[in-house]
């Protein structure tokens, strides 16, 4: 048995669970796509349905692969497979073959590996107890099968757990009641191979309407999965937009506060204007996790369009990043679009009230004739990154850095001077506070080099080691860093983005695992100082999360929009491919 094979074995109760669910009966002929057929018999009026598809396949393409092969030799698949936990397992494997004649293997292969589908239908607006739910399975043994329901019909009837299995019909369709020893009851129903099980009566007749159906056109949930550009991936969770306008449109018309009425109503618009929405998780070299929404960008409101779907190149500034960043964020930002779609959800009330916050915020410092211009000079492109300290800083904390690129002369105004100015305010103001209140005072200093002229906050005391808070111009951009250094190493990037796909953001756990291991006792003690921990139990802790941080590369968020998609998916890497 692989390492994937016994770490994708679920708890004992969870696996108790699936094997209670698979209530089935004879013969099955097989379909093109297993999961398809399944969808097929979905109830028409399903709101939210999972699908999980050919699971055997991908489990397969783990089996094997680079990342196993690491695993089963790393410290942490030693810990997962540690042998008290898959004593257990294997304990409840043997009962299980024991008893119902399959075991784990032959549960994920040959009953659960094609396609598993679970829909569900959410009760009308003040009725939430009329829900309905549905699991269908579409297995690719059902000689396995029959013989496993069968044994546990006969295992669940001697426990008492059931009083009773008895046929049913409908539609000259036979299906099955089970009668609980709590009065419950649960159904199911079973025509060549494929298992629908519900523990509502009316769901399971549904599906036998949807089977006495002629095949025709793809299914609807099958139709609005592809629409999302998502067939074939291993998990989908789909949601019909048009099941919930009633919900959003009530609670709209219930909602007594104005501001709570401005936002439900606008969203209640965006939300009309979603023909499909899905969650996602597909592995590959890595593991990629998701959402997708596809709109009618005609139906979307102007300042939502035109934030989920900006137009020009993504930005460049991800060249400014150094490789040893631990966290980076990249993005393009338009003000005045921004706060046009964030007013967009507001009471007239609030609209008046972000206006006049932001005019008796910022006005006075950058001027209220130059409040315009400098919002519309600010961006788009901005970054911020967090990177382990200088080797020669005697702090452990990282060092950190913000730029934001400006566009000068926008509407006669000099953005970056005004900005440099409303920016040396507020620091001032900050010093000034804390040196009414501090015998140790703090020093705002400059200093110019390499062109750039650089202001620069220092107090031993009120900051941390290594920690001198600064700003400056430099290229073009508003640049506030950890240390002055930190601002003259940044190198505003030239020429296009740097890729076609750049993410919004990337999370590098392995320069993590490294900062935490160069800076173990400097973080056990401070980490000691302001918690009530002891020393000894952060160390183990932080042991613990070295050992998992060594199985992974990086993690990126993901953006991208077109064709009236918008999708936002994160990407974990790790230290080997997933698959083979």
Known sequence: MTTARRLLRPHPAVVWVAVCTLMVSP???????????????????????????????HLRAI?????????????????????????????????????????????????????????????PPGKPDDESGVVLVNARKPDLLVGLVEKLNEFQQKSGEIKSVRPLTHQGRRYFGREKSTGEREYYFIRDGILAFSGQERAIRQVIEQDATPPGKPARVATGIAALGLTGHCAVCWFDPRGFDAELSAKAESAKDEGDRAFITQFAEVWKATDGLALYAHPGRGLELGVVARFDQ????KGVRELAFPSGEESALWKAVPDDAILAVVGRLNVPRLLAG??????????????????????????????????????????VWIAPPDKASDGFLPGWTAALKLTDDKGGVDVGRTVMQAVDFVAQMARFAYNKDHTDQIELTEATRDGATVKVMSNEKAFPVGQRPSFGIKAGHLVVASSPDRIYQFKAPTGPAAGARSPLLRLSLKHLRVYLETHRGAIIEAAARWSDKPAMEIERELAELSVVL????????????????????LHVEFVEPLTK
């Open 550 to 569: 060594e199985a992974f590369d990086r993690v990126e968020l993901r953006h991208t929009a077109g064709d009236g998609k918008f999708r936002l998916s």
């Open 298 to 301: 005609e139906k979307l409101p």
């Open 63 to 123: 089996e094997g692969s680079p990342f196993e092969k690491w695993l089963e030799q790393s410290p942490l698949g030693k810990r997962l497979t540690e042998p008290g936990e898959m004593a257990k397992i294997q304990q409840l494997e043997t009962f299980l073959k024991s008893q119902f004649g399959v075991g784990f293997d032959q549960l994920l292969d040959d009953v659960l590996g094609d396609a598993v589908v679970l829909a569900y239908e959410p009760g």
């Open 342 to 383: 964030f007013e967009s959800f507001l009471a007239p009330d609030g609209k008046a009230g972000l206006k006049k916050a932001i005019e008796e915020g910022l006005a006075p410092i950058v001027g209220r004739d130059k409040l315009p211009a400098v919002l519309a000079g600010l961006g788009p492109d901005w970054v």
């Open 27 to 57: 013969a099955q002929a097989r379909a093109a796509d297993p999961a398809d057929e399944a969808l097929r018999l979905v109830p028409p009026e399903t709101r939210i349905c999972l699908v999980v598809r050919d699971l055997r396949t």
